[in-house]
């Protein structure tokens, strides 16, 4: 754990450079000068690619054919992208195959003092991941005038997924080894996120600082940030939330909503209900009723960041669904794992590709609200991932730290190789 000292130094470090940052980029919010650096301007990588794994592989449920085209398709763009992805077999209760494809990606590390001013280089891994599979086969025979293909859940997710793969190299100093995983067989009770944490070492596990899940961010009214079940213990909520909450500060430090229209927000609505089912009757934010891959990492003690799209802003937990739009309403609201989930359908309700601004240049409509949400969505992660580990300083931090008047050198570094876990 890093001394108190340490902290106030990167702290004021932090703030210096915020500063600094602050006063040399204008803001995009004050109108668009030229030269004006733009978060998230990724253009529209992302959601051609779930816009394609969606009317490609419409019937890729877990275990199927077109989820397989659809893992070598994923593993096609990561290659495109200059990354050779490891192909992890997933096996079904009944001989079923399936596949995770997953990158890792190799960080700087964090120096760790080990309680008497003895540092030593230590890894901490991220996880982000979300699921390929989709929850139902294609069909359009129960009356429906749209054909369903997942194009929310989750083909939105592994658009999101990849984007942050291709933006992760801008991140030079990413202390963080992170691992960006498809995981297939979501369907058959997260099969892939189970085998993947299972194939980690208890060493790799015990330096997980967080992971990420990207699920269902196109379909809903607002995009919220949650944290896992194993928050909701009062001994453990800031330290199993810290994350969470980074992932609202840096989304609001920057402009995207300025820019976008975007914003992430929390579940705030204060249910009094027992939630993890232990027969404690817990208070109903900062968590979400929609399960995905992060399940098997929540039980696992993990720190969880489950990003989805969803609307809580209601009185009565059972009346919470996807969206109150009118549009949108022939499954009372609900649109992940019904025939709603059609891009078809969502297209032409949500995306709008001209993008109207008032006088002060502030956006006024959605523009590709698929491409908006995906783009955001990976920024902030990155972004979040750039403020690196509670229990470390990176390379350059400790740098920086070791150059500071406080430090002299008979504060002895008595180890400084690499360390492993």
Not at 87 to 101: A, E, M, P, R, Y
Not at 103 to 120: A, H, L, P, R
């Amino acid at each position: 754990m890093l001394t108190s000292d340490i902290k106030n130094r990167i702290i004021k470090t932090a703030a210096t450079a915020v500063a600094f940052i602050m006063l040399a980029i204008p803001l995009t919010s004050c109108g668009k000068d030229e030269g004006t650096v733009i978060p998230a301007d990724y253009g529209s990588y992302g959601a051609d690619v779930a816009r394609e794994l969606a009317n490609s592989f419409p019937n890729r449920t877990a275990y199927s054919s077109q989820e397989s085209e659809a893992g070598q398709y994923i593993a096609q763009q990561m290659r495109d992208l200059g990354y050779e992805p490891v192909v992890q077999q997933v096996s079904g209760d009944f001989g079923q195959t399936s596949n995770n494809i997953y990158v890792k990606i190799e960080g700087t590390g964090f120096y760790v003092d080990d309680g008497f001013g003895n540092y030593s280089l230590k890894r901490r891994i991220a996880v982000i991941g979300a699921h390929y599979d989709d929850m139902l086969s294609a069909f359009d025979d129960d009356g429906s005038e749209y054909k369903y293909d997942g194009i929310s859940d989750n083909a939105s997710g592994v658009g999101c997924l990849l984007t942050c793969l291709a933006h992760a190299g801008e991140y030079a100093d990413m202390g963080f080894d992170v691992y960006i995983v498809a995981f297939g067989a979501s369907g058959n009770d997260y099969a892939g996120a189970r085998t993947f944490l299972g194939s980690l070492s208890p060493e790799e596990i015990a330096s997980i600082d967080v992971m990420y899940c990207i699920d269902s961010i196109y379909a809903g009214d607002k995009v919220y940030a949650s944290a896992g079940y194993n928050s909701l213990n009062d001994q453990n909520r800031y330290q199993m939330r810290r994350k969470l909450y980074q992932t609202y500060d840096v989304c609001y430090a920057n402009t995207l909503y300025s820019n976008y229209r975007f914003d992430i927000l929390y579940n705030e609505s204060g249910i009094a209900m027992d939630l993890d089912g232990n027969g404690t009757i817990d208070r109903y934010n900062e968590v979400s009723a929609n399960k995905s891959d992060y399940v098997p990492f929540d039980n696992a003690g993990i720190p969880i960041v489950y990003i989805d799209s969803f609307d809580y802003n209601f009185d009565k937990f059972e009346s919470m669904k996807d969206t109150k739009n009118l549009n949108l309403q022939a499954m009372g609201g609900q649109v992940r794992g019904t025939s709603l989930d059609s891009a078809e359908l969502l297209d032409s309700v949500l995306r709008q590709d001209d993008i109207d601004e008032d006088e002060d240049g502030i956006p006024e409509k959605s523009g590709d609200l698929l491409q908006i949400r995906i783009n955001a969505v990976a920024f902030v992660i990155l972004e979040t991932l750039s403020k690196g580990s509670d229990f470390g300083m990176t390379p350059s931090q400790y740098e920086d730290y070791l150059k500071t008047p406080e430090t002299e050198s008979s504060e002895a570094v008595t180890d400084t190789s690499y360390i492993e876990g």
